[in-house]
């Protein structure tokens, strides 16, 4: 159609202007508010406590809340349950990689109760079709308990292995009265380190070589909209000292690739010094220098063996609950051995699902369904240590755009892709809506995209008369968009009254 002139037209030189304005409100999050993103759920959440009595038993107890419920209950029994674990029938099972058996003769211990397998029954029921947030909390005195391999549990109502049901979102809870308080940024405010370790001497340890470039391809391709330093650049090598620094920088999210082990109850990573060589840095060192932070990192992932321990020993000593204990909320880490084809298949679905909704135990649960959809015999050897009530390591977002913000945003990033300076100035004004020369780059490029494309023009003239429409600012005779016009101006709408767009306060 051929856009008329006059009172009613809106001068193509001016709506881009106008265009950023309207949009700015939305654009401060990073543009989440304007994505169909799925918000923050409200899962429901089983805790189950356990604390030490006397040699092997130990007393178990029960707390459920339901999804949008404030308020707790006990579910199996009123008074605390108790259970043995007999130490030697699991060692037994773990000495001939029997994990089945050890899975199942772990789960025959806690669940031997007939309370307790109801008061699971009764946490599934109830969870009805959502998730079921499984907690599982070792008290002061169970610390020990650490040392056994709780992700092989098997679920007592069909022996299915518990932890590859991506609807229940397995944890081990810790609460410590030393813990750091946690604030957790928006969305557009998490940043991540990447390190990759891979000492020029590994061979003298039997340890295989990893693939530096391939980790951070990988890392960059998941977290993709997230702000990435990875480390080393350049002529650095993976120090200590190197992470320390990037440390102090800041960073939300810090994902070390290297090797570790657990010796004599101590947790050790194989990092670099100056040379290159391996440098082994124990996990007290580390949680040290994370102590010391002013702001811990919310979230470490390490795809290094035993980080999370062996199974025999200390179970503190290794450094997933150190890490824990040294103010970082959320620890994923691995116990025993993985494969590097279950962290190469694992990793990405992990930080992709984190991308959505910041929800750490729902992203190991998807990566560990992923495992299980490919046959993976070691899906139960990543650990999920946390303290973080919600499961989450940004805030939800407190609003959203009106659904016709989200339209507008959508069309106009598809008009924009494939071509590289429109994309560009759009990753510039989600990092700054406010900055000047970022809206003045993207009106740019919306006037261009405008010019050559009379289907857009048609789009955007329905959404903007809908939007003033919810505003109370509709024209009788309607609105066009002409082609013409310079580049500067602002937008006029009728008798040449400048429309100011705010925020709308009545959705639409």
Same mark, same amino acid.
């Given at each position: 159609m051929t856009p008329p002139s006059g009172e009613n037209a809106l001068e193509l030189a001016n709506i881009p202007a106008n265009v950023v304005d309207l949009l700015t409100p939305y654009l401060l999050d990073g543009g989440d508010s304007l994505k169909e993103s799925p918000a923050v759920k409200d899962y429901a959440d089983l805790e189950i406590s356990l604390h030490h009595r006397n040699g092997e038993i130990y007393t178990v107890e029960t707390r459920f809340t339901s999804?949008?419920? !404030? !308020?707790?209950m006990r579910l199996g029994s009123d008074a605390p349950l108790e259970i043995t674990i007999d130490e030697?029938?699991?060692n037994q099972h773990a000495i001939n990689s029997d994990w089945n058996g050890y899975g199942r003769?772990?789960?025959q211990a806690l669940f031997k109760p007939e309370a307790l397998r109801i008061a699971f029954a009764q946490a599934l029921a109830r969870a009805g079709n959502g998730a079921l947030r499984v907690r599982l909390l070792f008290g002061p005195t169970a610390q020990a308990l650490h040392r056994y391999y709780w992700e092989t549990l098997h679920n007592p109502l069909d022996d299915s292995l518990l932890t590859s049901n991506q609807q229940i979102l397995f944890s081990r809870y810790l609460a410590s009265s030393g813990a750091k308080e946690v604030y957790l940024p928006a969305k557009s405010g998490i940043r991540a380190l990447v390190a990759v370790?891979?000492? &020029?001497?590994?061979? =003298?340890?039997?340890?295989?070589?990893? =693939?530096?470039?391939?980790?951070?391809?990988?890392?960059?391709? !998941?977290? %993709? +909209?997230t702000q990435i330093t990875t480390f080393p650049a350049g002529k650095d090598h993976c120090t200590l000292a190197g992470l320390v620094e990037r440390f102090q920088a800041g960073c939300e999210i810090f994902y070390l690739v290297a090797h570790g082990a657990v010796v004599q109850g101590q947790a050790w990573?194989?990092?670099?010094?100056?040379?290159?060589?391996? @440098?082994?840095?124990?996990?007290?060192?580390?949680?040290?220098?994370?102590n010391a932070l002013e702001k811990p990192p919310l979230l470490v992932v390490m795809a290094s063996c035993e980080s999370a321990g062996k199974g025999t020993g200390d179970a503190l000593q290794a450094l997933g609950p150190q890490l824990c204990e040294a103010g970082v909320p959320a620890v994923i880490a691995m116990q025993g051995k993985i494969s590097i084809e279950s962290v190469t298949r694992g990793m990405p679905v992990l930080f992709e699902r984190l @991308?959505?909704?910041?929800?750490? =135990?729902?992203?190991?649960? &998807?990566?560990?369904?992923?495992?299980?959809?490919g046959g993976s015999a070691d899906l139960w050897m990543p650990v999920l240590f946390m303290r973080l009530k919600e499961g989450s390591i940004c805030q939800p977002l407190a609003e959203s755009a009106p659904p016709l913000l989200q339209k507008l945003w959508s069309l106009i990033q598809v008009r924009f892709q494939g071509r590289p300076a429109a994309e560009d100035a759009l990753d510039d004004l989600l990092w700054d809506p406010h900055d000047e020369d970022n809206r003045t780059a993207f009106s740019i490029q919306l006037k261009k995209v405008l010019r050559d494309d009379q289907i857009f023009i048609n789009e955007i003239t329905a959404i903007i008369e809908a939007y003033l429409k919810i505003?109370? %600012? =509709?024209?009788?005779?309607?609105?066009?968009?002409?082609?013409?016009?310079?580049?500067? +101006? #602002?937008?006029?709408? +009728? #008798? #040449?009254?400048?429309?100011s767009f705010a925020k709308n306060q009545n959705g639409g």
């Open positions: 999804s949008g419920s !404030s !308020s707790e030697e029938v699991l003769a772990l789960s370790a891979s000492p &020029s001497d590994l061979g =003298d340890y039997n340890l295989g070589a990893v =693939d530096v470039d391939a980790e951070f391809q990988r890392a960059r391709s !998941s977290l %993709k +909209g990573l194989w990092l670099e010094n100056e040379q290159g060589q391996t @440098q082994r840095v124990s996990g007290n060192a580390l949680a040290a220098q994370i @991308q959505e909704d910041c929800m750490v =135990d729902r992203a190991l649960a &998807s990566a560990r369904a992923s495992l299980a959809a505003l109370g %600012k =509709d024209q009788p005779g309607g609105i066009s968009i002409n082609v013409g016009g310079n580049v500067d +101006g #602002n937008i006029v709408i +009728g #008798n #040449n009254n400048a429309v």
